[in-house]
């Protein structure tokens, strides 16, 4: 299985100022034939299910506001919210897709408010 | 508009059984690939099953593997998880979630809210 290590586990930022999470893969999720990275970010709020943030590591899905970004490629990601809200409040979590049906989540990030 | 409707949890025993069922509507179900994942409380997520539009593929987590069994009524657009040996482990909240599937397949849009599975004596 392909391990996915989030870090770090919580963290607490200013409304306004810039949260940044961690999400490294145990293999490449590169697929090298359509040079695409099988990695994807949930949020998940309290009581709620997940919900489809980012894909391909980097593409917003249906309407996610653009101060959600993810970056990076292989094994090592990032998920950036430039200016925090209040309703941003919630667990986030990475996902692998490249060796789909089995996929694998990190153990989440918890983003407070500061 | 896209609804899941998880049901069927609840209480059981070490050892016993149980079925959920996942209501779908307000898209083509028949064309949908699903899955089943679970959060143990206070927990991440884990994938468990997935299964085919047509219900003709299906795979397993190893930690349900031989334990679980999805299927799905594409008459009656719902989709299902028999559990049976169930163990303290597998106390969860148990989602159901649509995959966008063909070249975006593992990605999941759409999901229910979940039903909640205590496995205690």
């Known amino acids: 299985d392909i391990v996915m290590t989030q870090s770090p586990d919580s963290l607490a930022v200013s409304l306004g100022e810039r949260a940044t999470i961690n999400c490294k893969s145990s293999?490449?999720?590169?697929?090298?034939?359509?040079?695409?990275?099988?990695l994807a970010w949930y949020q998940q709020k309290p009581g709620q299910p997940p919900k489809l943030l980012i894909y391909?590591?980097?593409t917003r899905g249906s309407g996610v506001p653009d101060r959600f970004s993810g970056s990076g490629s292989g094994t090592d990601f990032t998920l950036t919210i430039s200016s925090l809200q209040a309703e941003d409040v919630a667990v986030y979590y990475c996902q692998q897709y490249y060796s789909t049906p089995w996929l694998t989540f990190g153990g989440g990030t918890r983003v407070e408010i500061k | 508009e896209v609804q899941l409707v998880e049901s069927g949890g609840g209480l059981v025993q070490p050892g016993g059984s149980l079925r959920l069922s996942c209501a779908a509507s307000g898209f083509t179900f028949i064309n949908y690939e699903m899955n089943w994942v679970r959060q143990a409380p206070g927990e991440g997520l884990e994938w468990i099953s997935y299964?085919?539009?047509?219900?003709?593929?299906?795979y397993y987590a190893d930690s349900v593997k031989g334990r679980f069994t999805i299927s799905r009524d594409n008459a009656k657009n719902s989709l299902y998880l028999q559990m049976n040996s169930l163990r303290a482990e597998d106390t969860a909240v148990y989602y159901c979630a649509s995959d966008m599937g063909a070249a975006h397949r593992g990605l999941f849009d759409h999901w229910g809210q979940g039903t909640l599975v205590t496995v205690s004596s």
């Open positions: 299964i085919s539009a047509s219900g003709s593929t299906i």
């Open positions: 293999q490449s999720v590169l697929y090298s034939s359509n040079n695409k990275n099988y």
């Open positions: 391909w590591a980097s």
